[in-house]
């Protein structure tokens, strides 16, 4: 939100009050509280008829500094809070007349009382900061007509905004915010944290998360449920300006020597990923939104799978499982199916889990909005004229209210339902469109709700699957988050179009998504709207099937490969028995994700924050950090990427006697597929097939395939191959298998020492019928096998 006209004049509409003195300073624990008068006090009379912000600096965790900025204690919106886990470090507090000092973790906050200034530092470092005319209380008049007739009128009829802007230096690049479609770096955007049903082509979005990342090593998290207006280098070009309505704002300050360390400090705020199950990484296939079906057509799809080959995990029945002006209550249509428990039986023997669609909407004519309206379980409308119902997409629908434990219970009821016939996991749709002009149960404010409803709608269903299905085993597919959403994954990235802009328009939302604390990610496979073109649709199931989570839906017909063309189907298949085989990787990364909140897709300035040609790249990412997955975005069968020179990254610059920067050769990376070796620290045009792509394996990287290509949920420890890719001399490098529960049950070492390559394995459980391959840069490859009673084994280069 805008406050000022320009540099110098503020709006016309404003009246503001900032912080520009440290008049008096005192220890609170863990922190220190600073009165900021709006002009300086310099005598008594100065003390009076005064706006007086205080700001709090209090320790909230491990390099987590909590800033709250309040104008009137006394102020209370009903603002419903996020759950989070302040666990205070001991902070060390010295105040004199010229300067307060906070110091906790390996951060610092000075406050420079002779001019007003706040810096933010970390060994040394200016990480960010403000000074006069950056923190204020905005009175921003209702109607600004009055505001040059009736100065007292001004006061008594304003809205009350709190603002605060902290620096940003040249060069410096913002991320974040949730799964936004603009351009992947935030600078020069205005950012509204307001969740909306807006499609993957504009502003707007579905999860908006008010966290951001810098590339200068720190995190800002606002704690507020409701609104959240963001101008991130625009209304002030060397500040991101945070603004939110009422009498206080508070924001949390993170630090980080890595992006990843700043997630784990955020994530370890408002929470961890649960682990999802391994099977939900296989791919999903959707009966689509609008195409008629019924278990026939269900049938014949699955047959078309497997008759051809195409592995797949999960099947997924969308919104027309239920009759029509039906949604939600919970009824399958007689008509599409008439032994519901019967036909999930037969496809559960088929090795197939199962997903329905649901909303938190329920339609007039149903037995279940009778029964809603009767007890009270749907939001009313403000005027307490009864039920608050709308005709957006059903007629007369009504909308759960989640504050309400009985209502809650009850929902979870119908949940409950769905999977004692059979159904494994839920398609959480919606959750965004939720009207502020109502009353919930518990009195929140329906504006901060708004965005907050989601979080209780997940939390909602997630937790009721994960009591009937136990932990590990529960999972959704949900379109709407708000911060803390992610621990009821997975998300997806909602309604896109099939065209390569909007495929492209996805990855760097994703992206994006990745950088604001969330794990695991999907997104529809060719787009949801319209119907792709064959050369479309290969390319982006070799971006979905390198994705965390892999589905083919649409709207208008079915997305099963075959309708394509025949090349389709060998593309899809051989990416999905790719990604199964590869998913002792996958799962290994899954588990990192769930203990330290560190993404399992990472965009490239995540993974290599000292490279500034990565710091705008939003068309390639990492898969944990060994592998580089560049998708194609063109029908000309053309990539264009870059591979890094982590060498270069990690060298110091000492000059050798020459002159010249004595730096080690350059960062190799080989094709995963093919096996090309490229060298890194440069750009790559190049044209690949449909059963290729830029997909790069690291130098050093030791890598488990497993013996599975049918399935991603097996015995990872069992007949896996062990691959060493361009083994480096005299470098360590480690692999780790998990098993299903999410535990790593063995460890694998592998050196290189000249000619020769040791590999050597220790854990609770060992390896079975093992294999080891070692990859040279030459093409050559030289293998080995471990008796299942041994723990080392050399390989000797021929």
């Known amino acids: 939100m805008k406050f000022t006209d320009g540099y110098w004049l503020r709006s016309e509409n404003v009246n503001a009050s900032y912080a520009t003195q440290a008049f008096t300073v005192e220890k609170i624990p863990h922190g220190m509280r600073i009165a900021c008068p709006e002009r300086p006090i310099r005598s008594r009379a100065d003390a009076l008829d005064i706006t007086v912000l205080y700001i709090d600096f209090v320790s909230a965790g491990y390099n987590d500094i909590a800033m709250t900025v309040t104008h009137f204690a006394g102020y209370d919106t009903k603002e419903p809070r996020f759950n989070l886990s302040i666990t205070p470090e001991n902070a060390a507090v010295d105040i004199n007349e010229h300067e307060a000092v906070m110091q906790t973790g390996d951060m610092t906050v000075k406050v420079n009382r002779d001019n007003f200034e706040i810096r933010f530092e970390a060994g040394g470092k200016l990480l960010t900061g403000a000074s006069l005319r950056n923190i204020g209380y905005m009175r921003v008049n209702k109607e600004p007509a009055k505001l040059r007739m009736d100065s007292h009128y001004f006061y008594q009829n304003y809205d009350p905004y709190m603002l605060t802007e902290l620096s940003v230096k040249p060069g410096e690049t913002v991320y974040g915010f949730g799964e936004r479609f603009t351009p992947f770096v935030k600078n020069g955007q205005t950012v509204n944290i307001w969740n909306e049903d807006g499609g993957t082509s504009s502003d707007i979005s579905y999860k908006n998360i008010p966290f951001y990342i810098s590339s200068e090593g720190y995190g800002v998290f606002a704690d507020h449920t409701g609104q959240v207006s963001y101008e991130v280098c625009s209304e002030k070009v060397e500040y991101i300006g945070c603004s939110v309505p009422g009498e206080q704002i508070r924001l949390h300050i993170m630090y980080g020597k890595t992006p990843a360390e700043i997630i784990k400090v955020y994530t370890a705020l408002t929470g961890r990923p649960a682990l999802p199950p391994a099977w939900s990484f296989g791919l999903w296939l959707s009966t689509s939104f609008k195409p008629k079906y019924d278990e026939d057509t269900v049938s014949k799809m699955i047959c078309g799978m497997e008759e051809r080959h195409i592995p797949f995990r999960v099947f997924h029945f969308d919104c027309y499982w239920l009759r029509a002006l039906h949604w939600c209550d919970f009824n399958w249509d007689p008509e599409a199916f008439s032994d519901v428990r019967g036909m999930l039986e037969r496809y559960h023997r088929r090795g197939i889990k199962l997903c329905c669609w649901v909303n938190p909407y329920v339609a007039e004519d149903t037995e279940m909005f009778r029964e809603g309206a009767k007890k009270g379980f749907f939001l009313m409308r403000a005027d307490g004229k009864g039920v608050k119902q709308i005709d957006n997409w059903q007629p007369g629908l009504a909308i759960v209210d989640f504050t309400n434990p009985e209502a809650a219970s009850w929902y979870a009821g119908k949940i409950k339902g769905l999977l004692d016939i059979g159904i494994d996991a839920i398609k959480t749709d919606f959750g965004e469109r939720i009207p502020i002009d109502v009353k919930y149960h518990d009195g929140s404010d329906p504006i901060a709700m708004h965005n907050y409803y989601t979080y209780l709608y997940n939390k909602t269903v997630f937790t009721t699957i994960e009591k009937e299905r136990g932990t590990g085993q529960a999972v959704l597919f949900a379109r709407s988050a708000t911060a803390g959403g992610q621990k009821f994954p997975v998300h997806w990235g909602g309604d896109c179009s099939a065209s390569y802009s909007s495929m492209a328009e996805t990855l760097h939302a994703g992206l994006s998504f990745m950088m604001s604390g969330f794990s695991f990610w999907s997104h529809d496979i060719s787009g949801f709207e319209s119907t792709a073109t064959p050369d479309l649709y290969k390319r982006w199931a070799q971006f979905g099937l390198l994705s965390t989570h892999s589905r083919l839906h649409g709207a208008d017909t079915y997305r099963v490969p075959w309708i394509f063309d025949e090349e389709a189907v060998d593309v899809v298949r051989f990416f999905s028995e790719l990604k199964n085989t590869m998913m002792p990787y996958y799962y290994k990364l899954a588990i990192e994700a769930h203990i330290t909140g560190v993404p399992v897709m ?124 361009l083994p480096v001399c005299d470098h360590t490098t480690e692999c780790q298998i998990p098993d299903l529960e999410g535990n790593i049950i063995t460890t694998v070492t592998a050196r290189r020492k000249q000619d020769e390559v040791i590999f050597h394995q220790e854990g609770s459980e060992s390896l079975k019928n093992a294999c080891y391959e070692v990859i040279m840069d030459n093409g050559n490859s030289f293998n080995g096998k471990l008796s299942d009673d041994k723990d080392t084994i050399v390989l000797l280069k021929a």
């Open 602 to 725: 990472r965009p490239m300035p995540f993974e290599f924050p000292g490279d500034r040609t990565c710091q705008y790249l939003d068309l390639q990412y990492m898969l944990g950090s060994s592998i580089l997955v560049a998708p194609i975005f063109n029908d000309q069968s053309l990539a264009e990427f870059y591979l890094p020179d982590i060498d270069e990254l990690n060298a110091e610059d000492k000059l050798s006697e020459g002159g010249k920067f004595d730096r080690p050769e350059p960062t190799k990376w080989i094709g995963l597929i093919d096996h090309e070796v490229l060298s890194g620290g440069r750009w790559y045009k190049k044209k690949y097939s449909y059963m290729n792509l830029p997909l790069f394996v690291k130098e050093g990287s030791l890598l488990a395939f497993g013996a599975h290509k049918d399935i991603p949920d097996y015995d990872y420890a069992d007949g896996v191959t062990l691959k060493l890719y």
